[in-house]
């Protein structure tokens, strides 16, 4: 006889708009399954004009917590009932717990960054040069900032976009931040420690796209990473590598972010090699996609 009050999924999910191509579920469900979790994720197409039916639909249906991307994630922050420091410093959420107290907002983009750098490099004392002034770029610079890092140097062809990150970081850490405009190739001064792309350059299908940056000013002493998670070997990654630099791949980024969700949710560590299986195979390789 079938048990009359079977067990309830934890229901989870996203709202952006266009959905399709999410691969954090593919990570989450993997953790989920993995740790003995009933657990589902959904990704649902949503648009901002609609979030707020999304939001409260969630809550009535019980769901435990939800990520926001493109283009809901400052759409949301009115609908919540507070922040996590670093989500008010960046003004954008990506995660969102459902608690007894409310909806809290998070944002774990730049904290997944952090996460995946320590494997290699104490963020704290290092001297950061970041390409980029996006939303990516914003959540690494603070996360960053919040670490300890000694200095950032925030590279962008907006300028003005770039100092307004510096003068966040400046104005919230003991970080020096400076904006410097990026029109040619970049030449890295010899004490950078860390170099990040933020931006969207090499992401497929335009794969061989490279970063405007002087590729001999590249030295072993530095790890350089890249936040494009498709493919995951860039052409930055591999001109560093031809430098005998360290290098550091976009997906490592995504798997860290995806854990923290996870972790915020169900108040446990996933376990992150089952779930970087899970987006090696849900992205696959730009020149095989699946279907």
Known sequence: MPDPTPLMPALTGSFSS??????????????Y????ILGRYVNCDVLPERLADAVRGAVAMGWIGFNLSLPNKQAVIELLDGLAPSAALIGAVNCVQVTNSGLIGHNTDGQGFVQALRVRQDPHGARVVLFGAGGAARAIAVELALAGAASLTI????????????????????TDAMAVAWDGPFALAADTDVVVNATSIGLAPDVEARVDLVAASILPSMLVCDVIPNPPDTVLLREARAQH????????????QAAINVALWLGLDPDRAVMRTALDVAIGDWRHPTS
């Open 18 to 31: 266009p959905a399709g191509g999410n691969p954090t579920g593919a990570m989450a469900e993997a953790a």
């Open 33 to 36: 399954a993995h740790h003995g």
């Open 245 to 256: 630099a360290a290098t550091l791949d976009g997906r490592s980024m995504l798997v860290n």
């Open 155 to 174: 590279v962008n062809r907006h300028v003005e976009r770039a100092e307004e990150i510096a003068r966040i970081v400046r104005d919230n850490s003991r």
